[in-house]
């Protein structure tokens, strides 16, 4: 089980760490943009949907390494009160019945999405480029499986911490 949970925490880590470099990419598109429009008065048709493909990819990239990092949002007004067995019982329950379900039909959804994106050749509409949509499609499909894939090592370490009654 260990091993389990360190191979899919390095993932989570390293996937972070590399779509560190996709906020780099998303910022030379906007400067590049805000140079082409505002001193050479030749805006380009692609920056904007690029920026927003780019920063779909990063936020959506994101979402394991910061659920490996606690860092999303919760209420804590109980939570921050209860012992780390308690914290493990509500953090089980909340990814059987809430976290994974929706995670499950996002999934589908998303490989739905991607798949008819490939199949269909979709393009984006909301510029003149018109990109193909198969792209940042499959990233939100990867996003979402590495998300869920997180959500299964926590499982594991508050479940281990149930039965054992001690951190993995």
Sequence with gaps: MRQIVRVIDSISEWTGNAVRWVCVALILVLVYEVIARYAFTAPTIWAHQTSVMLGSSFAALGWAYVHRHHGHVRVDVIYTHLS?????????????????????????????FMWVAWI?????????????SGPIRTVTLLALCLFILQGVSQLIRDLYLLIRNKPL
Aim: with cysteine.
């Design 84 to 112: 780390a067995r308690g914290k493990a019982i509500i953090d089980v329950l909340c990814a059987i019945f809430l976290f994974f379900p929706l995670l499950f039909i996002l999934a589908y959804t998303a490989a739905d």
């Design 120 to 132: 269909k050749g979709e393009v984006l509409i909301e510029s003149y480029w018109y990109p193909i």
